[in-house]
């Protein structure tokens, strides 16, 4: 559900639709914080005799919790590149359109201009 509104905000460049997704994931990144090092502690209280692979464990921990950070930092720039486009009107990726060149004296085959 979150992420589909984070594809519908990118889609249709509309910032609202990205507040879900970006709250969620800021919650989900802030318990992942908060049990990464509950579980750390608590297994260097209980079990002192498996320290590299506790030591293993928590590096993968870090791994994941930091490139979940970079997603969510990545999605938020692109939030405010398009919260920025919405208040000045003007769209991320503008559309060219084609036309004829309306004077049919000078207009080769296939000629046409754009606006």
């Known amino acids: ?4 509104s984070l ?7 509309r910032h609202t639709l990205f507040l879900p ?3 969620y994931s800021g919650i989900l ?3 992942g914080t908060v049990l990464l090092l509950y579980s750390c ?21 870090i791994v994941i919790l930091s490139f979940g950070t970079y997603i969510k ?3 938020h720039s692109l939030y405010k ?6 208040n000045q009107n003007v769209p991320l990726n503008p559309v060219t359109v084609e036309a004829p060149i309306s004077n049919p ?3 080769q085959h296939g000629d046409y201009q754009q606006f």
């Open 73 to 75: 930092c990545v999605i």
């Open 29 to 31: 990144l802030a318990l």
């Open 81 to 86: 590149e398009v919260k920025k486009s919405s």
């Open 21 to 23: 997704w970006l709250k």
């Open 105 to 107: 004296e000078t207009r």
């Open 41 to 61: 502690i608590l297994q260097i209280v209980v079990y002192p005799k498996h320290f590299y692979k506790q030591l293993a464990s928590l590096c993968l921990y």
């Open 7 to 13: 594809l519908m905000g990118i889609i249709k460049e």
């Open 1 to 4: 559900m979150f992420s589909g």
